[in-house]
């Protein structure tokens, strides 16, 4: 063994006389890369068994030397191993000598060779050959992982080369990025030296190219790490926008990357602006919410000119953003008011918005202080209004009970803080306000009661509509319509006997004078709603011509298009019109107002009025079915036994009174003229040829109204079964009139409301259906359709004794019965 052990160190001693031998184991590169192609290691640097230059090289116990991974293999594979397996010498033993002579040598080979290799791709990235520059950048991006030749890289002057190669195409673009990523990583210094050659701006050219995006990221992101060349990034042409939109990309890498970058330029307030009017609200709300109030004031004002997306909400919701933007009305500073307002306006349009601006318990009162202080500047007060009125336009009922600031809305005091603005006001201030107490009245019973019983504010809602403001005009009558709509005593009018006259007269001139359909409409629509039984509103109303305009919007709108009338209201204001007006004649039909009637007889209005009853909207045909009903219920009372009402007809009032119960608001006409015919009625006879006389059969109403019951799902169908039943009263014309009703199909109609129609037009058609059994046969299939549908309403609690009733009376159960 110490012989062996003398050998190998022999054998290490002629490798390292063999080593010095060789004085020019590097050479010196003269010719770029092809001086460096003889640089081959040493025999003795490869392993004998890998071939292979070693990194871990070890001797044994005969002087030979292996890479340690090789010799440990070979020393594994077996016990007859135990051999050189370069000489052959048996080895008493298999020792591992580290061999560092061998070692450091190979060291520094490998440092010249990298050396060489370095300065060959440096002198191959400064030639003019682009396929050699090509090669030599390939190289280059190996070095620079290596932040030492990062460092040298800069002292051979390539930063500027670098960023030259990004403008010509013929390079490898992916490349020159890599090198500069590394460059800027690795040597802080040259980042400034890579943005004065101008590499920002090809970089984001490069950002828009499929498969560079990362590269140019990762420049861009080393690059912005630097504080001083921020504003150089965030300035370059189309930067922001590109880095938005490639923070969606489905690139997880990119993203990261993106955001990264913008989140290192979002210290600039300026960027941060750029960044949401491209879509990136997140560094936006952050800042905002970090900001003093000038900023939060800048940043408000550029958030009203930015276009927003229903995805940019879900950032723009932030608590803290939206309570930091409420804030901002608390200022002493006008602008900071105005930007906050118009700010919260354009969030509005937003219905996620409404409910985060509502739970912040501050909105509304801070909106209510900047509309009771006297030193706000009326326009910022305006904006509050309008907010105001958005807020609870866009609330559902329930919420209106549900936030502390919509209950606050409602309260006695800010109801008639509101109004005091409408009675100072003046022109888009004054509209402004009747908004917001339009929308809260819609929304509000509390609201509607309020203004109601103040006195002084309907007397000037009312001289409001005398005024010469067409747009303050509209929206009082709009107020007036909203409080009255569904209340038991309708419009509520000054109190002092002139102030209520000259208001019924201005309505009154209004719908018969005015150019504009919209104010014609409203104005009908609160006729329609004046309280009942009062002798001075009728006696206006007689004296005037808006009977005579009821007839000509009738006659009109029936004349259009070749007799065609308007299907929906909402398709056009003169369908809108022509419903009003159909309502406010509802008062001239009403039984306890002869004289109305009486005018109303002289006109010819009645073929309009049966055609409606075809081609008319829903609402139409519901206010012209209940002007039929009216009028034929009038009528009954004069041909039933003479002038003298029977009980029979005091009885007959009822069903009328009840079913009016469902049309608070409803209304409708019908004038009567002498029937063309000679013949007689079929089931008055003779009692109703007077001129003004009114009958449903004369008029040919009873098939339009038989018509109308398919329309189950509104009010239409009520309104009808409650004018055919005024021919099913008396008990004298009972049979004929069953005949006429049967005769237009009036047995099917009925099946079709207690198939699908409401609970109360089921109620109202089992007790006419049940009087027709009683005086005509069915046929087979329609008894047998009949017993299916009752058999059905048995199940409802509230109609089976009435569907019990009529199977009784059919015979499909007995007369003892627990539905009785």
Not at 47 to 56: A, H, R
Not at 641 to 656: A, E, Y
Request: aromatic letters at 4%.
């Amino acid at each position: 063994m110490e012989v062996q052990k003398k050998q190998g160190e022999a054998v290490q001693v002629s490798q390292l006389i063999g080593l010095l031998y060789d004085t020019e184991m590097v050479r010196s590169v003269e010719s770029g890369s092809a001086a460096r192609e003889d640089q081959q290691p040493l025999s003795s640097f490869r392993c004998p068994l890998s071939n292979k230059v070693m990194t871990d090289p070890v001797a044994i116990l005969c002087g030979h030397s292996f890479e340690r991974s090789a010799i440990q293999e070979y020393f594994g594979q077996g016990d007859y191993n135990n051999k050189c397996p370069k000489c052959g010498c048996e080895l008493e033993a298999m020792d591992l000598t580290p061999n560092l002579l061998l070692r450091s040598s190979i060291d520094e080979w490998k440092h010249r060779d990298l050396d060489s290799r370095f300065q060959a791709a440096v002198l191959g990235i400064k030639s003019g050959d682009h396929s050699t520059q090509n090669k030599a950048l390939e190289e280059m991006q190996h070095f620079m992982q290596m932040p030492k030749y990062s460092l040298r890289v800069a002292e051979q002057g390539l930063t500027s080369s670098f960023v030259e190669i990004l403008k010509d195409t013929r390079f490898n673009a992916a490349t020159a990025l890599k090198c500069l990523f590394y460059l800027a990583k690795y040597d802080d210094h040259q980042k400034e030296a890579i943005v004065e050659a101008g590499a920002i701006r090809r970089i984001v050219k490069h950002l828009c190219k499929s498969g560079q995006e990362s590269d140019a990221l990762s420049v861009l992101l080393e690059l912005s790490k630097k504080e001083i060349l921020i504003d150089k990034i965030g300035n370059a042409i189309d930067c922001i926008p590109i880095l938005v939109s490639l923070v969606e990309n489905n690139n997880v890498e990119v993203s990261e990357k993106a955001q990264a970058v913008l989140c290192n330029i979002s210290s600039n307030t300026h960027f941060v602006v750029k960044m949401a009017g491209a879509g990136h609200f997140q560094p936006f709300v952050a800042r905002f919410n970090q900001g003093p109030q000038e900023t939060r004031a800048w940043m408000a004002t550029a958030l009203t000119e930015m276009p927003l997306k229903e995805n940019n909400i879900k950032d723009l919701k932030d608590k803290e953003f939206i309570h930091n933007l409420i804030q901002m009305l608390s200022s002493s500073i006008p602008a900071c008011k105005s930007a906050c307002l118009k700010s919260i306006q354009k969030l509005l349009s937003y219905h996620k918005m409404v409910k985060r601006l509502l739970k912040d318990s501050v909105t509304i009162p801070y909106l209510l202080v900047l509309i009771s202080y006297a030193g706000s500047d009326l326009s910022l007060k305006q904006e509050a209004a309008e907010i105001l009125a958005l807020l609870v336009g866009a609330s559902k009922d329930r919420e209106l009970q549900k936030y502390q600031g919509l209950q606050e809305l409602q309260s006695e005091h800010n109801v008639s803080l509101l109004l005091q603005h409408v009675a100072s006001a003046d022109g888009q201030t004054k509209i402004q306000f009747l908004h917001l107490l339009v929308e809260l009245s819609y929304k509000s019973e509390t609201a509607r009661n309020l203004i109601r019983t103040d006195e002084d504010a309907i007397a000037r809602l009312f001289s409001s509509i005398r005024g010469e403001q067409p747009a303050v005009r509209r929206w009082a009558m709009k107020l007036i319509n909203c409080i009255s709509e569904g209340h038991p005593d309708g419009v509520p009018l000054p109190p002092n006997s002139p102030e209520k006259e000259t208001a019924i007269i201005t309505l009154a001139a209004i719908f018969t004078n005015s150019s504009d359909i919209r104010e014609r409409s409203s104005a009908a629509r609160i006729i329609s709603q004046l309280p009942n039984n009062d002798a001075i509103i009728d006696e206006i109303l007689r004296k005037s011509e808006v009977l005579k305009s009821i007839h000509e919007v009738i006659c009109s709108m029936d004349g259009e298009n070749g007799g065609g009338i308007a299907t929906s209201a909402a398709a056009r204001p003169d369908a809108c019109l022509l419903e009003n007006a159909l309502a406010a004649l509802l008062r001239y039909t009403e039984p306890t107002n002869p004289e109305l009637k009486r005018q109303l007889g002289k006109l010819e209005m009645y073929p309009s009025l049966v055609r409606i009853l075809s081609r008319g909207s829903s609402l139409a045909k519901q206010h012209t079915a209940m002007a039929l009903a009216q009028l034929s219920q009038s009528t009954r009372l004069l041909v039933s036994n003479g002038t003298t009402m029977t009980s029979q007809s005091r009885k007959s009032v009822t069903p009328l009174l009840y079913v009016m119960k469902f049309f608070p608001n409803s209304g409708g006409c019908c004038c009567l003229a002498p029937s063309a015919s000679t013949s007689l009625c079929s089931i008055h006879g003779s009692a109703c040829a007077e001129r003004d006389t009114f009958c449903l059969v004369k008029v040919d109403a009873v098939k339009p109204l038989v018509q109308t019951l398919s329309e189950v799902e509104s009010g239409v169908a009520e309104a009808a079964l409650m004018a055919l039943e005024t021919l099913l009263i008396d008990h004298a014309t009972l049979s004929r009139a069953i005949s006429t009703i049967v005769d237009s199909e009036g047995v099917v109609a009925f099946l079709q409301v207690l198939e699908k129609g409401s609970s109360s037009a089921k109620s109202k058609a089992l007790d006419l259906f049940q009087k027709i059994l009683q005086h005509t046969h069915m046929s087979e299939q329609t008894f047998q359709r009949s017993e299916r549908i009752l058999i059905q309403l048995l199940h409802d609690t509230e109609l089976k004794k009435k569907a019990a009733l009529v199977l009784r009376q059919m015979g499909v159960i007995p007369e003892q019965s627990s539905y009785f």
